[in-house]
């Protein structure tokens, strides 16, 4: 998968808008942005993914820079049950059928009362 | 409800004790896939399937088997377990017909294994 560096901890005001950055500065034209959530130890929770657009579902929104080289998860209005660990992804090779997910470090995102 | 269903969720078990994690998935889904999760490795693929009676190896299939007989089971099995195979594992599911390039993936809650 296209590396991608996400900071490893954040806090957020419960109520308010969590903003989770993502550098993926190596992808490639085809390759799509997805992100992921771990609350706790659960399984991961698919949350949105873009390719060049930006996007939003009843989760969230997906903002990707004109050049592809960065993205922002915005949790709009963040509660306690959105603590979790934050993946960004860009995997490579989803034609192939494998769909093989790298999952790294993460975002540990902590939400405040 | 839509879900992925592991079991068991929780075991403890001796070291050469054939032991089998089953998996679920109530959605008809074609492909399904088992990933392990370790600290500080992330979660790693261990075999996948995209469709009944077809499996392949992911990026760490040893001391592990899978099988796919039926398309709603994904069980899998660790013939003579080792304690390098305590970890937490987790089973994933997509449907797969005319959507390729997806990585929507539907995960089960998790089987916590360990292996003294």
């Known amino acids: 998968d296209a590396k991608t560096t996400q900071p490893p901890s954040m806090d957020c005001a419960e109520g308010r808008a969590a903003n989770l950055p993502c550098n993926h500065s190596?992808?490639?034209?085809?390759?799509?942005v997805y992100w992921y959530r771990q609350i706790h130890s659960q399984g991961p929770q698919y949350i949105i993914h873009?390719?060049?657009n930006n996007e939003t579902n009843e989760m969230a929104s997906l903002i990707i820079t004109e050049d592809r080289k960065s993205s922002t998860l915005i949790l709009p209005h963040a509660t306690l049950r959105d603590t979790a660990v934050y993946y960004c992804?860009?995997?490579?090779?989803?034609?192939?059928?494998?769909?093989?997910?790298?999952f790294g470090s993460g975002t540990r995102l902590q939400v405040q009362p | 409800e839509a879900q992925v269903t592991q079991n068991p969720r929780y075991l403890i078990t001796v070291t050469g004790k054939k032991l089998t994690v089953t998996c679920s998935q109530n959605?008809?889904?074609?492909?399904m896939s088992w990933y392990r999760q370790d600290p500080g490795l992330g979660l790693r693929q261990i075999y996948y399937?995209?469709?009944?009676?077809?499996?392949d190896k992911g990026d760490v299939p040893e001391g592990y088997k899978v099988s796919r007989k039926e398309k709603r089971n994904f069980p899998l099995i660790l013939e003579s377990p080792s304690p390098n195979q305590t970890s937490l594992y987790f089973c994933?599911?997509?449907?797969?017909?005319?959507?390729?390039?997806?990585?929507?993936?539907?995960f089960g809650e998790g089987s916590r294994l360990t292996v003294l």
């Open positions: 873009g390719l060049k």
């Open positions: 190596t992808i490639s034209g085809n390759e799509y």
């Open positions: 992804i860009v995997p490579k090779n989803m034609d192939t059928g494998r769909r093989a997910l790298t």
């Open positions: 959605m008809n889904h074609e492909y």
């Open positions: 399937s995209m469709n009944v009676e077809v499996t």
């Open positions: 994933a599911s997509i449907h797969s017909t005319g959507r390729i390039n997806t990585g929507e993936l539907f």
